[in-house]
């Protein structure tokens, strides 16, 4: 059993399928005071902030501790959650056609180890369709999304080439954690 300090559903649901016990409870960190000049380095900056404020609220003596953040790259931007349909539009555009890195850090705390990875995973879209977009913000699932991006619903059907994990991409690399984990849970 681990504790999730993340909020997200899909992070839960990715440890459901992995067959990874978990609780899930976080405390909240403030991204918007990070600057950072590439995806990476602002992804691990949110991670390790994250991470220092739930370790504080909880730390991992009880259950091992599990912190993850993702962000969108493409055309050389940072694509960050989108805060209004607007916003939402113009980055799901900025991905359409084009190479997208989805960037996903986690830190992993427990007695017995330590685990922090950053992995990406590459997507090269098709040109997404207007009407198609129009749809899916008017569904609102893009809201809390990195990059308003779901690339296990609207982004699926304009997939072209992949290169990497889809469990990187959704939030969680469950696929590295997995092996990890495997009969590796100890508590303090």
């Known amino acids: 059993m681990i504790r999730l300090a993340s909020s997200s559903q899909t992070r839960a649901k990715l440890l459901r399928d992995s067959g990874i016990g978990f609780i899930q409870e976080s405390v909240d960190f403030d991204e918007d005071s990070i600057i950072a000049s590439s995806a990476k380095n602002f992804v691990y900056q949110a991670t390790i902030g994250k991470f220092e404020a739930n370790l504080r609220a909880f730390g991992y003596k009880d259950y091992p501790l599990l912190v993850a ?19 939402a539009r113009n980055i799901l555009f900025t991905q359409s056609g084009s190479e997208t890195s989805i960037i996903t850090c986690m830190v992993y705390q427990s007695c017995e ?3 922090i990875d950053i992995s990406e995973t590459k997507y090269l879209f098709n ?5 198609e ?14 990059g ?10 304009y997939i072209r ?25 100890k508590y303090c």
């Not at 290169?163 to 590796?184: R, V």
């Open 148 to 157: 308003a991006c779901m690339v296990e619903g609207f982004c699926k059907q």
């Open 133 to 146: 977009v129009e749809r899916y913000l008017k569904s609102g699932e893009w809201r809390g999304k990195a």
């Open 161 to 185: 080439e992949v290169k990497g994990y889809e469990s990187t991409a959704m939030g969680l690399n469950t696929d590295l954690l997995s092996i990890f984990l495997l009969d590796k849970e």
């Open 113 to 115: 180890m330590k685990i």
């Open 127 to 131: 040109d997404f369709d207007f009407d």
């Open 69 to 87: 953040d993702t962000v969108v790259a493409s055309s050389g931007q940072i694509l960050r959650k989108a805060r209004c349909a607007d916003e």
